[in-house]
């Protein structure tokens, strides 16, 4: 059990106020709050050992590249990726699926091929897989979803075959919830030869990741998401893939030898690393990392999803008016809906005038929206912070906007 | 038809007043909104249709409008109540009015109830692309003119 109360107090921005009341963050799917290491860990770089890495031969310049790799080592251990080379660090989830598109996709995927994805996928697993299918003749197909918001693992089925390529899909759906069965998944797509991303953007702080035990071929996470420092992820890959794939982005660091005849590539990572990393927020993300360590990924989610099991049962109870989008058997702590009569931005400013800030709209999923024929909903996603009182406030003033404009 | 009698000047000012009686509390000033919202009389569907949606709004909005004895009449609606009170007050202001007092209406009232802090950015930029539009619509009517 986590004593909440003391783990709140790493968090300063948690004791603010937001238009006189006291800050509720209910947004920690969009992005979760720093504790202090984290933020502490950018200053100690920048005021102790700002250098940059891999390059000079002086002590700031080791010590830098010394606590930089230390965050590949630690994310190696966070997901069990056999070796630290297959990590690969990235500006989030959004870069580490243009990169997999953009090299693997363009290396592999050929006219009339298909690339899998599903009606829940948030707009930056879809866009880059639109774009090289559009460079290249080939098809983005999405598996349908029933009304609950989980993947038809049939009509999945009959959607394979060898034509497909890759298989992208979301790990948990930042707009619904659902936890998706992605081992299933992956062993099905490998059955046809296909290859399998996992965007892990809502389940790598939440789940259980070890990607070996899933045999996914890339995952791909945003540490903002993970307690840790924005523009800043990584890219997990298998290993023989990964030394096929062709660069990304050309320059400094990626290459082993440059002439005018021609360049020959650095070995993994850096190959994909083109350029000088945002050294500061790798640094900090390792203490993000260990945060979530030292408080144990179960014993976090334990706390979520309890808030979560807590505010779904008081939504429903107290508010008949409101329906919840996203009623899968797994979930992550994310609580979408929407209120008769009432407009979702009504509701997200009228809960910000009280301290309350959830997310409202699309949730970057228009085609998930419109599956469900919607144009947004109101979404309290709950982080281990989060206590049963803040919800408690957040359904008491659901209550009085339900009762003055419902 | 509305035939204004009070200056644009004027109801603006009746308009900071009744805004001074919430005493700037954020809450009770989104309510207030929101309730001159729901009073706005809903814009008959055949208009709902995208050519009269205006562009820059974070929600949607649907403004159309008649010229009538040398006044403009304006009627619009939104998807959201917090916007059909924003709507509702432009209209307060400047329906009924010929072309030319649109056009050249200094509209202060908007600052003056600090609504830009109340709302955000993002609806502010909306609510500027409102009166641009109503602008808009009263020079080509003064054009014809
Ligand atoms: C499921 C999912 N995928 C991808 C992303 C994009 O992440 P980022 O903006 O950090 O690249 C998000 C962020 O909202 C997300 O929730």
Redesign the pocket.
């Known amino acids: 059990m986590i004593d909440v109360e003391q783990l709140r107090s790493e968090f300063p921005i948690l004791s603010t106020e937001v238009n006189g009341h006291p800050l509720v963050y209910f947004d920690n ?2 992005t979760n709050q720093k504790p202090k290491v984290v933020t502490d860990a950018l200053t100690e770089y920048y005021d102790g050992y700002n250098s940059n890495v891999h390059r000079g031969a002086h002590a700031l310049a080791d010590k830098a590249t010394q606590e930089f790799e230390r965050t590949r080592e630690l994310i190696k251990d966070f997901i069990n990726s056999p070796k630290t080379e297959q990590v690969i660090f990235t ?5 580490g699926i243009n990169l997999v598109a953009n090299t693997f996709g363009r290396a592999n995927i050929t006219e009339g091929d298909e690339i899998i994805v599903s009606t829940m996928e ?1 707009h ?2 879809i866009v880059p897989w639109q774009m090289i299918a559009q460079e290249k003749g080939a098809v983005v197909r999405p598996i349908p979803i029933t009304d609950e918001g989980e993947i038809i693992f049939e009509e999945f089925e009959k959607m394979l075959s060898d034509k497909v390529k890759i298989v992208s899909v ?1 790990h ?3 707009a619904l919830g659902t936890i998706n069965p992605i081992e299933k998944i992956i062993e099905k797509a490998h059955e046809v030869g296909a290859k399998v991303l996992v ?1 892990g ?2 389940s790598a702080a939440h789940l259980p990741i070890d990607v070996q035990q899933l045999n996914c071929d890339f995952f791909v996470t ?1 540490a ?2 993970m307690f840790g420092p924005t523009g800043m ?1 990584f890219l997990y890959g298998k290993e023989d893939i990964l030394n096929d794939m062709p660069p990304f982005l050309g320059g400094g660091e990626m290459i082993k030898e440059v002439s005018f005849d021609g360049t020959t590539f650095n070995t993994l990572p850096y190959k994909f690393e083109a350029g000088t990393p945002n050294i500061a927020d790798t640094v900090a993300f390792a203490k993000a990392l260990e945060f979530i360590n030292k408080y144990g990924k179960e014993n976090i989610a334990a706390h979520e999803i309890a808030l979560l099991e807590y505010a779904t049962e008081k939504l429903t109870s107290e508010i008949p008016s409101a329906k919840i989008i996203g009623q899968a058997k797994n979930k992550v702590s994310v609580l979408s809906f929407v209120i008769e009569n009432i407009h979702n931005y009504d509701i997200g400013m009228m809960l910000d005038a009280r301290g309350i800030a959830v997310r409202t709209g699309h949730h ?1 999923t228009q085609p998930l929206m419109a599956r469900y024929n919607l144009e947004g909903t109101v979404r309290a996603s709950f982080s281990v912070y989060n206590t049963f009182e803040e919800v408690d406030k957040f359904i008491e003033a659901l209550k009085r906007i339900v009762k003055m404009f419902g | 038809m509305t035939v204004a009698t009070k200056s644009i000047e004027e109801v603006q000012n009746d308009i900071i007043e009744d805004f001074d009686l919430l005493d700037g509390d954020r809450e009770s000033t989104i309510f207030y909104i929101m309730e001159l919202g729901q009073e706005l009389p809903p814009l008959d569907e055949k208009f709902m249709v995208d050519e009269n949606l205006i562009k820059g709004c974070q929600s949607k909005v649907w403004l159309t409008t008649d010229f009538i004895d040398g006044k403009v009449i304006f009627q619009s609606d939104s998807n959201t109540d917090i916007t059909k009170g924003l709507i509702s007050l432009l209209i307060r202001v400047l329906n009924g009015r010929s072309p030319q007092e649109i056009i050249n209406a200094d509209l202060f009232f908007f600052d003056k109830i600090g609504m830009n802090g109340v709302i955000g950015s993002q609806r502010s930029n909306g609510f500027a692309s409102m009166i641009k539009q109503m602008k808009f619509y009263a020079l080509a009517y003064s054009a014809k003119n």
Request: hydrophobic residues 25%; proline residues 0%; aromatic residues 0%.
């Open positions: 799917a969009a500006k989030g989830t959004t870069e948030h930056s697993n979301v948990a759906s930042n965007d953007a809502q945003s903002h998401k992820g970057c």
